[in-house]
């Protein structure tokens, strides 16, 4: 089973400048979960760029400004951010260097919301889901909850979730930057012993 395969390859080491115990890199089997660098501005820009990608989250711009992906490598570089955002990296496995982004935002209570987002051209390939897998199995900021919210009319996305075991809590609305109105949405949580 995966989730057994990467529970017992979760491993602690320090990005340059940060202390050993800040940043998990996170092992799954087709690629790491990695702090984002400044190297990978580029690919996150054009990922995140796309309309597609942008369109499926809260907080993306579309078009994406001048600077955001530095802006958002900078934050996710701050110390106080260092268990919060991860790059999905499938260069040791002859895929991409940049897959996609997974994020933990803290929240009160020893709770915490996830977010991800894949590149267009690995839609359907499974790798939200191990990613999503990853970071349950890991549960890097010690939650008792972890929440993920998915619009409506991402029903893939609602597959990832449940097929990591969250549970569906209920209907709301969030507002999305991309499209510029509130979007219709289901909520998920995963709860830990």
Same mark, same amino acid.
């Given at each position: 089973?995966?989730?057994?395969?990467?529970l017992n390859h979760?491993?602690?080491?320090?990005?340059?400048?940060?202390?050993?115990?800040?940043?998990?890199?996170?092992?799954?089997?087709?690629?790491?979960?990695?702090?984002?660098?400044?190297?990978?501005?580029?690919?996150l820009a054009m990922?995140?760029?796309?309309?597609?990608?942008?369109?499926s989250t809260r907080?993306?711009?579309?078009?994406?400004?001048?600077?955001?992906?530095?802006?958002?490598?900078?934050?996710?570089?701050?110390?106080?951010?260092?268990?919060?955002?991860?790059?999905?990296?499938?260069?040791?496995?002859?895929?991409?260097?940049?897959?996609?982004?997974?994020?933990?935002?803290?929240?009160?209570?020893?709770?915490?919301?996830?977010?991800?987002?894949?590149?267009?051209?690995?839609?359907?390939?499974?790798?939200?889901?191990? /990613?999503?897998? #990853?970071? &349950?199995?890991? $549960?890097?900021?010690?939650?008792?909850?972890?929440? %993920? *919210?998915? !619009?409506?009319?991402? /029903?893939?996305? #609602?597959? &990832?979730?449940? $097929?990591?075991?969250?549970?569906?809590?209920?209907? %709301? *609305?969030? !507002?999305?930057?991309?499209?510029?109105?509130?979007?219709?949405?289901?909520?998920?949580?995963?709860?830990?012993?």
């Amino acid at each position: 089973m995966v989730m057994d395969n990467v529970l017992n390859h979760v491993t602690s080491t320090a990005p340059q400048g940060l202390a050993a115990d800040t940043q998990l890199i996170i092992q799954a089997e087709r690629f790491v979960l990695r702090p984002p660098r400044r190297s990978d501005a580029g690919l996150l820009a054009m990922y995140a760029g796309d309309k597609r990608v942008a369109q499926s989250t809260r907080s993306i711009p579309h078009p994406l400004p001048p600077g955001a992906t530095e802006a958002f490598i900078a934050r996710s570089l701050d110390h106080g951010n260092a268990k919060e955002a991860w790059v999905l990296d499938g260069s040791a496995q002859g895929l991409s260097e940049v897959l996609g982004v997974i994020s933990l935002k803290p929240l009160d209570r020893n709770q915490s919301e996830v977010g991800y987002w894949v590149a267009p051209m690995f839609w359907n390939t499974g790798l939200a889901s191990e /990613a999503l897998q #990853a970071i &349950v199995a890991a $549960n890097p900021q010690k939650c008792k909850t972890i929440f %993920a *919210e998915v !619009f409506q009319d991402n /029903a893939a996305s #609602a597959r &990832v979730v449940t $097929n990591a075991g969250f549970t569906y809590l209920g209907d %709301a *609305e969030a !507002f999305c930057v991309a499209r510029g109105a509130k979007v219709p949405t289901w909520t998920y949580l995963r709860k830990f012993d």
